[in-house]
């Protein structure tokens, strides 16, 4: 590919480029954003060419590749806008992609995209509560999945190209169709967020007036971090997966019910002696079906996300580079939790990736190795 086109230059689109960037590919990246965006990303270095939103027929003609980052809704906005755009007869055929978090009508609107567009839907499952192109990481799609949707029929030729740069990416590509897509999504992001924002938002007044929230541990914190996530966005999912992501609540509602009753079967202990007719079977059978349910999240090969707060480090190309890092993080009596060496690309020297307990240790070593010029981020 000559030339890829990211139109909304966020976090993700500019995780793309940078890494493109970094490896020195040949490849020109056309930036498609807000002019201050644009702006933003020519002093960083990690753009060749930059246009308007509005400048449709521009950023379209001459990409091999248009991947479209932005919301969902715009998403589809973008989608038709360029059903508009005259372009030559003979224009080479442009693969057109996105990285929404809903696939059906994405997938539906892009069907219809005239040639010499072809459109395949896509979405990687990597991000962060970072939106801006600041919080830009070569290396967040390391290990992710990303899922790609072509039509029913499509010759994978066709879309040959975006699996090539999600490779590259260090991505593991899966081909689903954009309903069972929306339908696993549904389970395992949309629906957890929905409880996470309902959870947060219903503290009792009686813990808040006194203040008691502060005591919360790890348990709500962990539950509640995503309820941190920005509306904007999860009104454009909340309107495109509407019926998955309701008939997941119903259905985690209906185990809310199943635990409300098995606790409600207990019986009481006196004087520390145990019942003997205790009820307890229905709620340790809610408690060993988590076990399992949670178990199978971690089957050998596949990936998923830690708990830890996680900061990435980008090593100099150096004998003693990861003593270097290292050491002032040891000196400083940080506990890694856990370290990994994100997949080396050829002339490159690689990234680390650090695990700590608490934000706040990950802050400290951000502040630490800055000092030390490396360009390090918080994932």
Request: with cysteine; hydrophobic share 45%; proline share 6%.
């Amino acid at each position: 590919m000559q030339r890829i086109t990211l139109v909304g230059f966020g976090l993700l689109a500019s995780s793309i480029a940078a890494a493109v960037k970094q490896a020195k590919l040949p490849t020109v990246i056309r930036a498609v954003s807000s002019e201050s965006t644009l702006d933003r990303a020519k002093e960083m270095g990690i753009a060749d060419e930059f246009f308007s939103y509005d400048e449709t027929e521009k950023w379209a003609e001459g990409s091999d590749l248009i991947l479209l980052c932005s919301p969902i809704l715009h998403i589809l906005k973008t989608i038709d806008a360029l059903s508009k755009v005259q372009l030559p007869a003979d224009h080479s055929p442009i693969l057109v992609s996105d990285i929404g978090s809903t696939k059906v009508e994405i997938c539906k609107a892009g069907s219809k995209l005239p040639a010499p567009f072809c459109f395949v839907g896509s979405h990687p499952m990597a991000g962060s509560e970072k939106r801006t192109l600041e919080y830009n990481d070569p290396s967040i799609f390391e290990n992710a999945y990303w899922f790609v949707c072509p039509p029913e029929g499509t010759d994978e030729a066709a879309y040959k190209p975006l699996l090539q740069l999600i490779s590259f990416l260090g991505a593991n590509s899966v081909v689903f169709p954009p309903e069972h897509h929306d339908m696993t999504m549904a389970w395992v992001s949309h629906m957890p967020q929905m409880l996470s924002s309902t959870l947060a938002a219903s503290l009792p007044e009686r813990l808040v007036e006194k203040n008691y929230q502060h005591y919360a541990g790890r348990a709500f914190r962990d539950m509640t971090r995503i309820a941190a996530s920005g509306w904007n966005m999860w009104h454009d999912i909340a309107v495109t997966n509407r019926s998955e992501t309701v008939r997941a609540l119903r259905e985690v509602r209906e185990g809310i019910d199943e635990t409300i009753a098995a606790m409600d079967s207990l019986v009481v202990v006196a004087d520390g002696k145990p019942a003997a007719d205790d009820s307890s079977a229905k709620l340790e059978r809610v408690f060993k079906a988590g076990n399992d349910g949670r178990a199978s999240l971690f089957v050998p090969g596949r990936n998923a996300a830690a708990a830890f707060s996680e900061i990435t480090v980008p090593l100099k190309d150096v004998p003693g580079a990861l003593l270097h890092v290292l050491q002032p993080l040891a000196d400083a009596g940080l506990n890694i939790r856990d370290i990994e060496l994100m997949k080396v690309r050829e002339n490159i020297a690689g990234t680390l990736l650090l695990a700590f307990k608490t934000p706040e240790e990950a802050r400290r070593a951000v502040q630490i190795l800055g000092l030390m010029d490396y360009e390090v981020k918080e994932r």
